[in-house]
DNA sequence: TTGTATGCGTTATCAG
DNA sequence: CTGATAACGCATACAA
C-alpha cells in the first residue's frame, strides 16, 4: 500500500482532456473557456491534486529552497538568525534546508557538497570556526551560484555580506569596563580564523588604547571551537589567572565563550563583578537569570536572518549576474546591567 | 551568467557515447568495459559531474529528504533532538527539512501541507500544544504517508511513537520534594491538550497519593504555550501564591516552564530552595549555572531523534505497509543537586 | 479554445 | 558490450 499521488494526467483521463488543458486550466490561463476550467479546478479541488514540485523542479531548473549552514542551531544566535531567515524565505515560497558543520571544517566541507548536490538554489553560510581554506564554496560561486555570508563572513569572496559591527561591540563592551574601573582587561576570543574574532578584537585593542591602557597579547587568549568545548574555555583562563598581574575583568567575545567563562568563574568561586569584571556578547535570552551582573552586548539576529535571506533571493531571482555586492552592517546592543560596576560592590 | 550544471549528456558528447553507457559507467554496471568505465569515471571527475537529485527524485518518486516539525528549535530540548535525527539522517543519506510551528496550530497546519507538497518521504511530528484537531495529518496517513510522532504524541493516530517516560519523569521528581521535605508541591504544567502533559501530571499524583499526600487540582496550573510565553507562567504562579495554603514547592514539567518559573521567582525575590523548592523537566545544558540547587528532569533527547529517525527511514523503505507499529518508550534521569534538599538550608 | 509534441536529467527496457 | 527509446510530472511552443 504505497502512497500514490494525483497528477495531471488522471484529471485529464477522468476529464476526456488532454494534459495541457488542465495544466492550463489550473494555472488559470486566458486561452481556456471558463466552463473547462470550472471543471478542471472543481475535480482537482475533489481529488486533492497537488502538483508535484520535483517535477517542476526539473522543469524550472530551480527546487526554491535555500540551504543554511551553521556550525550550530542549539545556539541561540544561530537559532535566532534561523528565524529571522524563516520568515521571509517562506513568506518569498522558499523553502529552508538547515545544516550543521559543528564547527568543523571537514563537515562544513560535506554540508556545502551534499546541499549543492540536493539542488538548491542559494546558500547562506556562516564558516565554521575552522575554516581557512575556501575552495568548496569558491568552486559554487565561480559557477555563478548564489551565495550569502552572514556573520561569520569571508573577505577573499565577493558576494553580499551581512555581519553585525563588531569592533563597535567589542569596543563599547570594553569602554564599559574601563568606565567602571577595571583596568587590567583581558580578552576571552573565538578562533582566530574567523572575521568576526579578529573585528572583535580590534575594537577591544582600540578602546584600550584610547583610554591610556596598554594592549598586551598575553591578555588575549582565542579558543578555536568558539568556546563550544568546555576545556578550551578553561585552559585559556587558567593561563589568564597564572600571569603576574591577574586580569580583573574579562571580555567574553561570543554566546559561548560567555556561558562557559561564567561557569569556570562559579567553579572556582570568583564572582562577578566583585572579584572579575565580565562582558560578553550573548544572545541567550537568560544572561539576567544566569548572573546579575552581566552586561552583554546583543546582536540583531533574526535581522541578520531576514537581511541575508532578502539579499539572497534577490540574487537568486536576478535574471543577469549581480555586479556589485551588498555589505551590510547591522548594529550590535550593549546591554547594561547597573549592578556590574565595580563601584557598585 | 547562470549556473549551469555538467549533465549525464554533456559526458556522452564530448566522449562518444550514448548517454545510457555513461549512465551504466557511472553506476559501475557488470556490462561496461573496463576501459569504458575508466574513461567515463575518468572525464566526469575531470568536470565535476554531480548527478541531478532532482530528477533522480522524479523517476525514482522519492526526494531522500524527510520533514521534521517541532514547536521551536531554539529550544534546547528540540536541537538536542534534530541533532539526533540529523545523525542517522544523513548516514543514511537522507535529507532533513525542519520547520517550526511556534506553538501555533495554524502554522503547523501550513507546516505540514508545506512539507508534503514539497515531497518528502516522511515527516517526524511533535505536535504543537495548541493542536487538537488531527485532519491535516489524519489525511496524510491515510494515504500511507510515513509518519513517527515523537515526544508529543497523539493517541488517535496508528503510528510509530518514541517518547519518554513522563509518568515516571514526574514522579520522581516530585518524590524527590517530598523525600526533601516539602508538603505543598505545586505542578506548573503545559497545555492540557498534550499528551506529555497527561502523563506528567499523572505522575505528580500518583506520588503525592503513595505519599500520603493529596492531590489537589488548586495546585495545578497550565500554560498553553509550554511557558514560551513570560505572562502565561507570571499569571499561574501569581494564582498559586494567592492560594490560602501555599505551596512551598513546584514541579515544572518542561523547559520554558521551568527557566520561566525561575525568573519568576527571582523576580518575586524568592530563592530557591530556602524559600520555594524546586525540580523542573530542562535539557538546558545550563541549569546548574541558573541555580544552584535546581535539581532537573533530563530527557534523553539525541536518543529520541535517533529511535524515531531509525523507525521513520525503516517504514519508508519498507515496499510493504508497515503493520504494527512501535511504541518506544524512554526513560529520562532526574539530576539531584545536593542542596536541594529542604534540611540543607 | 483545445490538443500534440518536446524537453528538463536520469534510469530501465529492449535491441543490437 | 553499447545504443536507442520510453518514462517519471509538468509546462509550453506549436498545431489545429
Same mark, same amino acid.
Given at each position: #500500500?504505497?502512497?500514490?499521488?494525483?497528477?495531471? =494526467?488522471?484529471?485529464?483521463?477522468?476529464?476526456?482532456?488532454?494534459?495541457?488543458?488542465?495544466?492550463?486550466?489550473?494555472?488559470?490561463? @486566458?486561452?481556456?473557456?471558463?466552463?473547462?476550467?470550472?471543471?478542471?479546478?472543481? @475535480?482537482?479541488? =475533489?481529488?486533492?491534486?497537488?502538483?508535484?514540485?520535483?517535477?517542476?523542479?526539473?522543469?524550472?531548473?530551480?527546487?526554491?529552497?535555500?540551504?543554511?549552514?551553521?556550525?550550530?542551531?542549539?545556539?541561540?544566535?544561530?537559532?535566532?538568525?534561523?528565524?529571522?531567515?524563516?520568515?521571509?524565505?517562506?513568506?518569498?515560497?522558499?523553502?529552508?534546508?538547515?545544516?550543521?558543520?559543528?564547527?568543523?571544517?571537514?563537515?562544513?566541507?560535506?554540508?556545502?557538497?551534499?546541499?549543492?548536490?540536493?539542488?538548491?538554489?542559494?546558500?547562506?553560510?556562516?564558516?565554521?570556526?575552522?575554516?581557512?581554506?575556501?575552495?568548496?564554496?569558491?568552486?559554487?560561486?565561480?559557477?555563478?551560484?548564489?551565495?550569502?555570508?552572514?556573520?561569520?563572513?569571508?573577505?577573499? #569572496?565577493?558576494?553580499?555580506?551581512?555581519?553585525?559591527?563588531?569592533?563597535?561591540?567589542?569596543?563599547?563592551?570594553?569602554?564599559?569596563?574601563?568606565?567602571?574601573?577595571?583596568?587590567?582587561?583581558?580578552?576571552?576570543?573565538?578562533?582566530?580564523?574567523?572575521?568576526?574574532?579578529?573585528?572583535?578584537?580590534?575594537? @577591544?585593542?582600540?578602546?584600550?588604547?584610547?583610554?591610556?591602557?596598554?594592549?598586551?597579547?598575553?591578555?588575549?587568549?582565542?579558543?578555536?571551537?568558539?568556546?563550544?568545548?568546555?576545556?578550551?574555555?578553561?585552559?585559556?583562563?587558567?593561563?589568564?589567572?597564572?600571569?603576574?598581574?591577574?586580569?580583573?575583568?574579562?571580555?567574553?567575545?561570543?554566546?559561548?565563550?560567555?556561558?562557559?567563562?561564567?561557569?569556570?568563574?562559579?567553579?572556582?568561586?570568583?564572582?562577578?563583578?566583585?572579584? #572579575?569584571?565580565?562582558?560578553?556578547?550573548?544572545?541567550?535570552?537568560?544572561?539576567?537569570?544566569?548572573?546579575?551582573?552581566?552586561?552583554?552586548?546583543?546582536?540583531?539576529?533574526?535581522?541578520?536572518?531576514?537581511?541575508?535571506?532578502?539579499?539572497?533571493?534577490?540574487?537568486?531571482?536576478?535574471?543577469?549576474?549581480?555586479?556589485?555586492?551588498?555589505?551590510?552592517?547591522?548594529?550590535?546592543?550593549?546591554?547594561?546591567?547597573?549592578?556590574?560596576?565595580?563601584?557598585?560592590?
Amino acid at each position: #500500500m504505497k502512497f500514490e499521488a494525483v497528477t495531471i =494526467k488522471d484529471i485529464a483521463k477522468a476529464l476526456g482532456l488532454s494534459t495541457s488543458t488542465v495544466s492550463r486550466a489550473l494555472r488559470d490561463s @486566458y486561452e481556456i473557456s471558463p466552463e473547462t476550467k470550472r471543471l478542471v479546478l472543481e @475535480y482537482s479541488e =475533489k481529488i486533492n491534486y497537488q502538483p508535484n514540485p520535483i517535477a517542476l523542479s526539473l522543469k524550472e531548473k530551480r527546487s526554491r529552497s535555500i540551504g543554511i549552514i551553521v556550525c550550530e542551531i542549539a545556539n541561540s544566535f544561530f537559532s535566532q538568525i534561523i528565524n529571522g531567515i524563516e520568515s521571509i524565505a517562506y513568506d518569498k515560497g522558499y523553502n529552508v534546508i538547515i545544516a550543521q558543520s559543528h564547527e568543523s571544517y571537514d563537515r562544513e566541507v560535506i554540508n556545502v557538497q551534499y546541499l549543492a548536490s540536493r539542488s538548491i538554489d542559494g546558500l547562506l553560510v556562516s564558516v565554521s570556526s575552522e575554516t581557512q581554506d575556501l575552495k568548496h564554496l569558491k568552486s559554487l560561486h565561480e559557477r555563478g551560484f548564489p551565495i550569502v555570508f552572514f556573520d561569520r563572513i569571508v573577505d577573499e #569572496m565577493e558576494t553580499h555580506k551581512v555581519i553585525v559591527d563588531n569592533f563597535k561591540g567589542a569596543y563599547e563592551a570594553t569602554e564599559h569596563l574601563i568606565k567602571s574601573g577595571y583596568k587590567q582587561i583581558a580578552a576571552l576570543a573565538g578562533s582566530e580564523y574567523l572575521s568576526i574574532t579578529k573585528e572583535r578584537l580590534k575594537g @577591544y585593542e582600540q578602546a584600550l588604547t584610547d583610554n591610556g591602557l596598554v594592549y598586551d597579547e598575553a591578555y588575549v587568549k582565542h579558543c578555536l571551537h568558539g568556546g563550544m568545548l568546555y576545556n578550551e574555555v578553561e585552559n585559556a583562563l587558567n593561563q589568564l589567572l597564572k600571569l603576574k598581574k591577574k586580569p580583573d575583568a574579562i571580555i567574553a567575545s561570543a554566546d559561548k565563550l560567555t556561558t562557559n567563562c561564567l561557569r569556570y568563574l562559579k567553579k572556582r568561586k570568583l564572582k562577578v563583578p566583585d572579584d #572579575m569584571g565580565l562582558v560578553g556578547f550573548s544572545n541567550l535570552d537568560l544572561t539576567d537569570l544566569l548572573s546579575p551582573s552581566l552586561s552583554v552586548v546583543r546582536q540583531p539576529a533574526f535581522e541578520i536572518g531576514e537581511v541575508s535571506t532578502e539579499l539572497l533571493i534577490k540574487q537568486i531571482e536576478s535574471k543577469r549576474g549581480i555586479t556589485d555586492f551588498e555589505r551590510i552592517v547591522l548594529p550590535p546592543q550593549l546591554l547594561i546591567r547597573e549592578s556590574s560596576t565595580k563601584e557598585s560592590v
